[in-house]
């Protein structure tokens, strides 16, 4: 099933979701592309994974706003490529690079759309919130599920700073996903977006 807007030009749309490590983005993702049958992607993408990784290594918030910038501005032609017959669902995108990688003792950029004109703007960008115990409970269960833990996921003084970041940003509509399931999350996402 594809839902179309109701205006011929622009009648898909670019949808981001964001927010924490662990609090349900590419669940939701998959979910809400299921239901619009849209592409669900991803930046960065993964094929960058080892470049990612030795990026993330380095430690050099430089480096690091350079790649996860230049690998959004790289996508720009692959969504708008999909973008001509179906809408795109994307897990983190320009929100979470500033979230994470802007200067910790700078403030956020008040015109980024401005300032970033080379990466194609979402349509609509989806803060996905939960409280701390929830997060952590979830992110616990995946990583009991796959066996498999990230220490990034768990720095407490960066998630503390991403997540005020996130909150500040107008442009972001704000999701509390805490005592929700998946599919309710993706059901007020749909209401926001398509009605
Ligand atoms: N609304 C929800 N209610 C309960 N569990 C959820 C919900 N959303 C996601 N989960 C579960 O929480 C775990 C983390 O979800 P997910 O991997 O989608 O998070 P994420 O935000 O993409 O994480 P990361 O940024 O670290 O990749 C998964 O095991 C998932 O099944
Ligand atoms: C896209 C993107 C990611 N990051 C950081 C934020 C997290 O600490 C890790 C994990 O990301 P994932 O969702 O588990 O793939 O990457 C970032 O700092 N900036 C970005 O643009």
Redesign the pocket.
Known sequence: MRIPLDKDLNAYRFIAIEGL?GVG??TIVRLLAERIGGVAT???DPSLRVKRQRV?ASGQIAD?WAF?MDSMVCQRPQFEAALRNHHVVC???IH??LA??WPQDAPLPRNPREMFPKILWPDLSFLLLSDEATRRQRLHGRETAEGIV?P??H?TD?LTLSEQRFKSMQDLIQINTAGLSPSAVCDQIFGRAFQ
């Open positions: 490590d983005k590419s991803q930046t960065p993330e690091k996860y897990d983190r995108y979470s690079t994470y990688q990230n990034a996921d720095r960066v």
